[in-house]
């Protein structure tokens, strides 16, 4: 890796509009991660016919994702902290922009889980990449800013799965993800450059310019079981994400009698919410705190998911998925900012690792105990985790609102 030690060795530390090349060249990082993976999800149902698998046997490919990120999350967690967040941030780009392009190329499940398991390893290592480059932002700014850049993210996946849906009659798999492959590589050159000049930056309060520190040092046990209780609120969050993509239309159909249009219209609307909460999470964060703003969050969603998953009307179904989408918003980014704060690239990595746990364990646990009581009732664990989430907000207030 000698050329991005060299790239970080003459590397200047950035101030003033630099800071706002940097916030906006992550940014748009966000937004390309979001954007690239919606148009992967958008042409899974192609991709199941290509190969000929079943049901079973593309959800056993699809674990390759799951797999891939979750291990590499915690390997990436120690490239960063060895040769920056940076350089790997534009290093898991350009593997998340070519390897996109392979599963169209597949026509065996086994060679469809190989090529998701690389997919899934840049994919997991992107998310912690810029998450750990955002938290050196944050600090630098000392303006609680985190909740815009998953906003970001969430706007690149809406027009991703917007793009591909718009194009999937028209364009095969292979152009279409071909087609984003070349997105990514393009959008990477533009933006890369900037990270690759400029080193993390230091926080306001630092002395002297030179990096900010980032929990590089060896953290305590109180430090790793705080990131750890972080790690449970981005569990807890992303738990509802899962559930709410795979479990909330049918539910809107099966249990409230609605047609496919108004169903697949229940998750754009929570998806919505999500990103207008985060859009204004900065506001809500300067003005309540983390403390506040994580409590307020999580009881704002477990009183929405109620609504969603038991009322008995179907616009009040939809305003219920609305509601938790805006509490959860800000929860994921306020855990993964505290956890990076605390530990650095290694705390990134666990809360993100944590976080996607519980985005894989949503799915599947909501189907089971909708085999053992109903759909509705088991949707109901959604607001039982945002309870939970509030509750960890409010007992780790003092190491919540620490800046």
Wanted: aromatic fraction near 6%; hydrophobic fraction near 50%.
């Amino acid at each position: 890796m000698p050329p991005i030690n060299k790239l970080r060795t003459h590397s200047v530390v950035p101030h003033g509009s630099a800071l706002v090349r940097l916030r906006i060249a992550l940014t748009v990082f966000f937004a390309l991660d979001g954007f690239v993976f919606a148009g992967w999800v958008v042409r899974i149902p192609a991709i199941k016919e290509q190969t000929n698998a079943s049901a079973s046997a593309l959800g056993l490919a699809l674990l390759g994702v799951s797999a891939g990120a979750v291990v590499t999350m915690m390997l990436t967690g120690r490239l960063c902290r060895r040769y920056g967040s940076h350089p790997v941030t534009v290093v898991c780009a350009v593997l998340l922009s070519l390897s996109v392009t392979l599963p169209p190329l597949t026509h065996s499940v086994l060679a469809l889980g190989t090529v998701l398991l690389l997919f899934g390893a840049a994919y997991g290592g992107i998310n912690v990449a810029f998450n750990s480059a955002a938290v050196d932002l944050v600090r630098a700014l000392d303006r609680p800013v985190m909740p815009t850049f998953h906003a970001a993210f969430s706007l690149g996946g809406m027009i991703g799965a917007g793009l591909g849906g718009l194009v999937a009659g028209s364009l095969s798999p292979t152009r279409h993800l071909l087609g984003l492959g070349l997105v990514g590589l393009f959008v990477t050159a533009l933006a890369g450059p900037p990270l690759l000049r400029l080193r993390p930056p230091a926080p306001k309060t630092a002395a002297g310019t030179g990096p900010a520190h980032t929990g590089a040092s060896r953290p305590t046990p109180r430090t790793r079981g705080l990131v750890i209780v972080f790690g449970l609120i981005a569990l807890c969050t992303a738990y509802g994400e899962g559930a709410l993509a795979d479990w909330g239309a049918l539910h809107l159909q099966q249990d409230l009698g609605s047609s496919a249009g108004a169903a697949a219209a229940g998750y754009s609307c929570f998806a919505l919410a999500m990103t207008v909460g985060r859009l204004t999470g900065t506001t809500l964060l300067e003005r309540l705190g983390r403390t506040r703003t994580v409590v307020a969050g999580g009881s704002v969603a477990a009183a929405g998911m109620l609504l969603g998953s038991l009322a008995p009307a179907l616009w009040a179904a939809l305003l219920g998925y609305a509601v938790t989408g805006l509490g959860l918003a800000n929860l994921f980014p306020i855990a993964v900012e505290r956890a990076g704060a605390l530990a650095g690239p290694s705390g990134v990595a666990i809360a993100s690792t944590l976080g996607y746990g519980g985005m894989l364990l949503g799915p599947p646990a909501i189907g089971f105990m909708a085999d053992w009581f109903t759909l509705p009732t088991a949707l109901t664990s959604v607001a039982a985790l945002a309870g939970v989430a509030a509750l960890i907000g409010l007992g780790t207030r003092r190491a919540t609102d620490d800046h």
